[in-house]
Structures are given as structure tokens and as C-alpha cells.
């Protein structure tokens, strides 16, 4: 498993979920992994990475920043001389929001963190990709990029944005051999999915529900979504761009 050896990625969201598996896959692919987070506790997930025989470093990092993102690219390179892969992975649920009283405060703070923040990485890091020859981003979008639910508008706004971002930016990448393409995952088991259902007072019954909404009968585990994002970060994947890969249990194929 060293599809990725000589490459360098910086994987946002990496303390915790989907983006801590996604970046322990690519170190295992053979990848340096830069690990950013507002979370300081993505500093252990690296040194984990690098225990087990990996290369990793950490950054705090706020993805809604635009400092924040300059600094992040400027030590990737700086320090590993390239950028190669982009996972916009970071990302908030953001809570139940019936539209009727959603504060603009909370659409904002949404919209800010889930889909700013993927237009600030490809703002970034998209020059740097370029300058090493060409690479690949991967969006962390959403089956709710996809289909709507109710309670959620502000997040599948969110989600939705980032399919077609995703789109527009591998258009006009295409020629600079920067592919990029979005995930859309189901529930996937992590803090994120954890703590909504901790919050409702229906949270037992609602993960029992949800998961028979998948048709393979449970959620997912990061680490798939960790194997998918290596496969599009891999030249096993160079003739795909601007393509949405799913990886729902079927929850969308209904
Ligand atoms: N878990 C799921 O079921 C699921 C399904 C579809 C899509 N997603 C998406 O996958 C991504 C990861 O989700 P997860 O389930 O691993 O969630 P998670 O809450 O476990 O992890 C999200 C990480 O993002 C970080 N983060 C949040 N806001 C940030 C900011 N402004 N700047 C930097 N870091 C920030 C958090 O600190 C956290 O470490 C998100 O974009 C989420 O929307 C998750």
C-alpha cells in the first residue's frame, strides 16, 4: 500500500471522524500528512501517525480563516517542499433548525465552516497543487449534498454547494492536471453523528431509524471513508474528476 509515496496532503478536520482515518489511510499509502484542525487534539492523531511508522505533522488551523489557510499551505510546502492532495474535509452539523425560525446567525456559521472553508482550500492550496504538477482534491460533501432533510436546510445548502463548487473547480483544473471530486457519504459513526443524536431526546430510536434508512442495515465506519478518498487521491482514480463518488450503504440508490 504505497499508492501515494513521495506525495504530500493536508487533510483539514483531522482530529477527529472521518478526517483522522482519512489522514492515518494516506500515511499508510505512503503519503506526508499534514493534519489541521481548530482541535489541538489532532496533535495526538499525528503523533500516533508517526509512532506507527508514518510521517505527519499537525497545524492548528481554522478553516474559516484566511490567514489560517495561508500559514497551513506556506509550512506544507515549506517544510515538505510540495502540496499534492487537498481533503476539505472539516466540517459542522451545525444542529436541527426548522426553517421557520433558523437564525441567520446559525446559516452563517454553517455555511461558513462547511462551504467557505472549501472554497478558501481551493483558493490556497489550488496555486501550490499547480506549482508541483498537478494533483488531486477531494471535497468531504454529503449524501445531504444530494438529497434534502428536514431540520438540516443550512447543511444541505452547505453540502449541495460543495457538489457543484466541486464541479466548477475541476472544469477549470482539468487542463492544470488537478483533478477534484467530491465524497458523499452516509452516516458514518463518529463524534459528529454521536453528539446530534446525544442532543435529542429521541436519539435511541432515531439511530435505530436511521440506520434501517441504509439499506445495508447500519452506519459506516470512518475507515471507508478513508479507503475512498485514498483511491481518488491515487492515480487509481486519474481518469475521474469532477465526479461524486457515494458511499452510503445504499442509502441514496432508494
Ligand atoms: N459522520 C457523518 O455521518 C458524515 C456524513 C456525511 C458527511 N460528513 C462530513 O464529513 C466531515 C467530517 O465529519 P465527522 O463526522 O468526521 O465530524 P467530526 O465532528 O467527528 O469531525 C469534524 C472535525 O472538523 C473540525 N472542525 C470543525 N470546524 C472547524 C473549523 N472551522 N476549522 C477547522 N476544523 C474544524 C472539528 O474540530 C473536528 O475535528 C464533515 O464535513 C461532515 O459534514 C459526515
Not at 505533522?57 to 487537498?86: K, N, Y
Request: one cysteine or more.
Amino acid at each position: 500500500m504505497t499508492r501515494l509515496s513521495g506525495k504530500v496532503a493536508l487533510v483539514t478536520g483531522a482530529a477527529s471522524g472521518l478526517g483522522a482515518a482519512t489522514a492515518r489511510r494516506l500515511a499508510k499509502e505512503g503519503a506526508t500528512v499534514v493534519l489541521t484542525d481548530r482541535d489541538i487534539v489532532g496533535e495526538d492523531i499525528a503523533a500516533h501517525i508517526v509512532d506507527t511508522g508514518g510521517r505527519a505533522v499537525f497545524r492548528l488551523h481554522d478553516v474559516t480563516s484566511q490567514p489560517d489557510w495561508a500559514a497551513a499551505v506556506e509550512h506544507a510546502v515549506a517544510d515538505f517542499g510540495r502540496l499534492d492532495i487537498l481533503v476539505n474535509n472539516a466540517g459542522v452539523a451545525g444542529g436541527n433548525h426548522e426553517l421557520m425560525d433558523h437564525s441567520f446567525d446559525a446559516w452563517r456559521q454553517i455555511l461558513s465552516v462547511n462551504l467557505d472553508g472549501v472554497f478558501l482550500g481551493l483558493r490556497h492550496a489550488g496555486p501550490r497543487i499547480a506549482a508541483s504538477g498537478g494533483g488531486s482534491v477531494i471535497n468531504i460533501s454529503s449524501i445531504l449534498g444530494k438529497v434534502g432533510m428536514a431540520g438540516a436546510a443550512a447543511y444541505c445548502a452547505s453540502k449541495g454547494g460543495v457538489t457543484l463548487l466541486t464541479k466548477a473547480a475541476a472544469l477549470e483544473w482539468a487542463p492544470l492536471g488537478i483533478r477534484v471530486n467530491s465524497i458523499h457519504p452516509g452516516f458514518i459513526d463518529t463524534p459528529m453523528v454521536s453528539g446530534a443524536l446525544a442532543g435529542r431526546e429521541d436519539g435511541n430510536e432515531m439511530r435505530v431509524a436511521l440506520m434501517a434508512a441504509h439499506p445495508l442495515g447500519r452506519f459506516g465506519v470512518p475507515k471507508e471513508i478513508g479507503d475512498a478518498v485514498a483511491f481518488l487521491a491515487s492515480d487509481d482514480a486519474s481518469f475521474i474528476t469532477g465526479a461524486e463518488l457515494v458511499v452510503d450503504g445504499g442509502y441514496t440508490a432508494q
